[in-house]
Nanobody, 123 residues
């Protein structure tokens, strides 16, 4: 089992920045990919970004390219999501997810999930 704990959410003004963290514990040696997803009220959970644990290959959804950066610290078993130029439409609960296979963009592909952290962007 892998446990994931997100942190770093909160209230931020539009065009501001925020960094989310996802700390992994447990059987972290089995990790292959970590992704960030988000879910706004009354909307489906959507893919935001992912990173390969072994080669750091990254992938982003189009709406965050150039604004968000996913990265990792192997020594700390932590994945980060640096969010810049935030917009009100980025408001959502952000979830960290992990799987023991290649990164994917569908939430159903991920086995381990954190409880989420709320990000609210005010206009």
């Amino acid at each position: 089992q892998v446990q994931l704990v997100e942190s770093g959410g909160g209230l931020v003004q539009a065009w501001g920045s925020q960094r989310l963290s996802c700390a992994a514990s447990g059987r972290t040696f089995s990790l292959y990919a970590v992704g960030w997803f988000r879910q706004a009220p009354e909307k489906e959970r959507e893919f935001v970004a992912s990173i390969n644990w072994r080669d750091s290959f990254t992938n982003y959804t189009d709406s965050v390219k150039g604004r968000f950066t996913i990265s990792k610290d192997n020594a700390k078993n932590t994945v980060y999501l640096q969010m810049n130029s935030l917009k009100p439409e980025d408001t959502a609960v952000y979830y960290c997810a992990a799987r023991d296979n290649y990164p994917g963009t569908y939430s159903t592909q991920y086995v381990f999930w954190g409880r989420g952290t709320q990000v609210t962007v005010s206009s």
